[in-house]
């Protein structure tokens, strides 16, 4: 059974962080330790698409998203007006879902430093991504509690079912899902 769609969307073919990073990322291995850091000169590059994500693992939305989502009165969600750009925001999601850690789930290169795997990635079988999860998630917007990717980690983005068809509707650009069953 569809419990939930993965979403997802393009990089932005940039970084939040500054080249110059010190003290925003761990000196030892180069992982973002500075995660409520935004850099107020950031402007995003493919502004035609409605969310996108940094190479260090900050998503992006427009005001078309943005107010989407206000709009549908979800819970849990922060929108961060970027000072250089008014009508783009960081996107942050505080609804958390477990995601289900499996012997498919790798992490390596453990930073002593920071206390954070360089990267984490694999998923599970049969696109049973959540743990726990038997029943199609409600209306609204998740982060799963496990940060996956390379150096740069950032939680995956979830939505349910209700949300995805809403999304499909409203014709917002530069999203894509992936079906999560039970």
């Known amino acids: 059974m569809n419990v939930a769609y993965y979403l997802s969307c393009s990089d932005d073919d940039s970084y939040m962080l500054p080249k110059k990073s010190d003290g ?10 500075a995660k409520d850091y935004l850099n107020p000169r950031f402007k995003p590059k493919k502004r035609k698409l409605d969310l996108v994500n940094t190479y260090d693992g900050y998503y992006i ?15 849990g969600l922060e929108f961060v007006q970027l000072p250089a750009s008014p009508s783009y925001f ?14 498919r789930t790798s992490s390596t290169e453990f930073c002593e430093l920071c206390q ?17 999860t ?16 390379y150096r740069d980690l ?29």
């Open 90 to 103: 960081w996107f942050k999601v505080q609804n958390i879902v477990r995601f289900n850690l499996t012997t």
């Open 116 to 132: 954070r795997h360089r990267s984490v990635g694999g998923f599970p079988y049969g696109k049973k991504f959540l743990a726990d």
């Open 24 to 33: 925003l990322v761990c000196s030892k291995c180069g992982a973002v330790t």
């Open 61 to 75: 939305a427009s005001e078309r998203f943005r107010l989407f989502c206000e709009e549908s009165d979800y819970s």
């Open 134 to 149: 038997k029943e199609p998630l409600a209306d609204g917007f998740y982060r799963t509690d496990i940060e996956m990717g």
């Open 154 to 182: 950032s939680p995956l983005l979830i939505v349910g079912p209700e949300t995805k068809n809403k999304i499909v509707a409203r014709k917002l650009h530069g999203l894509c899902f992936d079906e999560i069953l039970a």
